[in-house]
Antibody, heavy 122, light 112 residues
Framework: EVQLLESGGGLVQPGGALRLSCAAS????????MSWVRQAPGKGLEWVAA????????YYAASVRGRFTISRDNSKNTVFLQMNSLRAEDTAIYFC???????????????WGQGTLVTVSS | DIVMTQTPLSLSVTPGQPASISCRSS???????????LYWYLQRPGQSPHLLIS???SRFSGVSDRFSGSGSGTDFTLTVSRVEAEDVGVYYC?????????FGGGTKVEIK
């Protein structure tokens, strides 16, 4: 059974930093691209970042490029999202999502985690 | 960026009746490989999204055959043949052909 378990969310002040983790199990982790998708309170879904299976390629939404960094540790079946220079508009539930293949596009997301809440406020 | 537009914003359906949701993309989602990368997700209240339909019309494992997807190019439809109470939530379409991956704004389905 595929499981994705996010952690690391919390309350942080504007300008601060936070590192999210997503621990995966139930599949061969290194063979799948992974993404982070966020959902602001009461709003829709926004793709944030993606990484290929080996970690060799990363991609970002324009709204987070230069501030967020996605990475993975395939020895620990974990994907990370380092979030720096946080803004109030980054407040959201952050979901990690698994791609069915090692492609960032053309695959969609077949499994999602339960999400972790990030609140940016003073 | 590809803009995904869903209609209607919300839907109130009598149990056992059909429901349809439309999704339109600002560019064709037909890839050079011949596949069309349009997905449908359902987010039940208080839960994370889960996959219903891949590549316009392929039901994901375990998804009821009451759900079907259709369309091509830029116009797509999700149809629920007989709505049940467990179908309530927000439905999202998503394009998977170009980065950034983009979602429709969502359609909230409730039961009358």
């Amino acid at each position: 059974e595929v499981q994705l378990l996010e952690s690391g969310g919390g309350l942080v002040q504007p300008g601060g930093a936070l590192r999210l983790s997503c621990a995966a199990s139930g599949f061969t982790f290194s063979t799948n691209a992974m993404s982070w998708v966020r959902q602001a309170p009461g709003k829709g879904l926004e793709w944030v970042a993606a990484i290929t299976g080996t970690g060799g390629s990363t991609y970002y939404a324009a709204s987070v490029r230069g501030r967020f960094t996605i990475s993975r540790d395939n020895s620990k079946n974990t994907v990370f999202l380092q979030m720096n220079s946080l803004r109030a508009e980054d407040t959201a539930i952050y979901f990690c999502a698994k791609a069915p293949l090692n492609t960032v596009t053309t695959g969609g997301f077949d499994f999602w985690g339960q999400g972790t809440l990030v609140t940016v406020s003073s | 960026d590809i803009v995904m537009t869903q209609t209607p914003l919300s839907l109130s359906v009598t149990p056992g009746q059909p429901a349809s949701i439309s999704c339109r993309s600002s560019q064709s989602l037909l890839h050079s490989d011949g596949k069309t990368y349009l997905y449908w997700y359902l987010q039940r209240p208080g839960q994370s999204p889960h996959l219903l339909i891949s590549e316009v019309s392929s039901r994901f494992s375990g998804v009821s055959d009451r759900f079907s997807g259709s369309g091509s190019g830029t116009d797509f439809t999700l149809t629920v043949s007989r709505v049940e109470a467990e179908d309530v939530g927000v439905y999202y379409c998503m394009q998977g052909i170009h980065l950034p991956l983009t979602f429709g704004g969502g359609t909230k389905v409730e039961i009358k």
